[in-house]
């Protein structure tokens, strides 16, 4: 990748398209060094690295100069102590995509596993033994309120499907200047997106050929 490492959230209902984009944006950004935390064992996500079982396979995957390694999480074991693993593995190797898929079964609102959230808050540049690293994250849920506050205060690009939860539509629209029934009632593979960037709200239908076009906020 190119430039600094940057955090991608997705957020939307089932069926909205969050896998799709997500699958598309890898496309956009074809990094060398991926890993993946494929929670549900999402069929939309064979061919999007080479699926492993075990976890301790999946980081000595990851010693390699190029991997892409996506981690079918056990569910008959611990989770989080998991996904503490996982991440932490993703911030010895460094230098890497990191997408975590189905993010509220491993964190919540006010309360983040902690090398998640080194991750989070500092990941985009440390030095780790003597050398200057990165991660880059994309994370992805149904709904943003049981995410991860920091994560999404960190994010460079929310990206947002329908909001099924009028709670969570009201609080992403006032924050983005738009209406609650906008984001609840958007059809299957429309979004609205915000980039850090810029104050402009990005709205447009899941494809791998139309343009993005900016969404236009009540004055």
Same mark, same amino acid.
């Given at each position: 990748?190119?430039?600094?490492?940057?955090?991608?959230?997705?957020?939307?209902?089932?069926?909205?398209?969050?896998?799709?984009?997500?699958?598309?944006?890898?496309?956009?950004?074809?990094?060398?060094?991926?890993?993946?935390?494929?929670?549900?064992?999402?069929?939309?996500?064979?061919?999007?690295?080479?699926?492993?079982?075990?976890?301790?396979?999946?980081?000595?995957?990851?010693?390699?100069?190029?991997?892409?390694?996506?981690?079918?999480?056990?569910?008959?074991?611990?989770?989080?102590? /998991?996904?503490?693993?996982? =991440?932490?593995?993703?911030?010895? +190797?460094?230098?890497? *995509?990191?997408? $975590?898929?189905? @993010?509220?079964?491993?964190?919540?609102?006010?309360?983040?596993?902690?090398?998640?959230?080194?991750?989070?808050?500092?990941?985009?540049?440390?030095?780790?033994?003597?050398?200057?690293?990165?991660?880059?994250?994309?994370?992805?849920? /149904?709904?943003?309120?049981? =995410?991860?506050?920091?994560?999404? +205060?960190?994010?460079? *690009?929310?990206? $947002?499907?329908? @909001?099924?939860?009028?709670?969570?539509?009201?609080?992403?629209?006032?924050?983005?200047?738009?209406?609650?029934?906008?984001?609840?009632?958007?059809?299957?593979?429309?979004?609205?997106?915000?980039?850090?960037?810029?104050?402009?709200?990005?709205?447009?239908?899941?494809?791998?050929?139309?343009?993005?076009?900016?969404?236009?906020?009540?004055?």
């Amino acid at each position: 990748m190119k430039g600094k490492a940057l955090t991608w959230a997705a957020f939307g209902a089932r069926g909205t398209g969050k896998t799709a984009w997500v699958k598309q944006l890898l496309e956009k950004i074809k990094p060398p060094r991926l890993v993946v935390w494929d929670f549900k064992h999402d069929p939309d996500l064979e061919g999007v690295g080479t699926a492993y079982t075990s976890l301790a396979d999946a980081i000595a995957a990851m010693r390699e100069k190029r991997f892409a390694v996506r981690y079918l999480v056990n569910h008959a074991g611990d989770i989080h102590a /998991q996904f503490d693993l996982f =991440c932490r593995a993703c911030w010895a +190797a460094g230098c890497l *995509v990191m997408f $975590v898929d189905e @993010l509220p079964e491993v964190t919540k609102a006010n309360k983040a596993p902690q090398a998640w959230r080194q991750i989070v808050n500092v990941g985009r540049k440390y030095t780790h033994e003597g050398r200057v690293k990165w991660v880059a994250v994309i994370g992805a849920g /149904q709904r943003p309120a049981e =995410c991860d506050k920091s994560f999404i +205060a960190n994010a460079d *690009v929310v990206h $947002v499907g329908r @909001l099924g939860n009028a709670s969570d539509a009201q609080a992403m629209a006032r924050s983005w200047g738009l209406q609650q029934r906008e984001l609840m009632d958007l059809p299957d593979l429309h979004w609205r997106e915000k980039r850090a960037h810029t104050p402009e709200i990005f709205a447009g239908v899941l494809s791998f050929s139309q343009p993005r076009k900016a969404a236009k906020t009540p004055s």
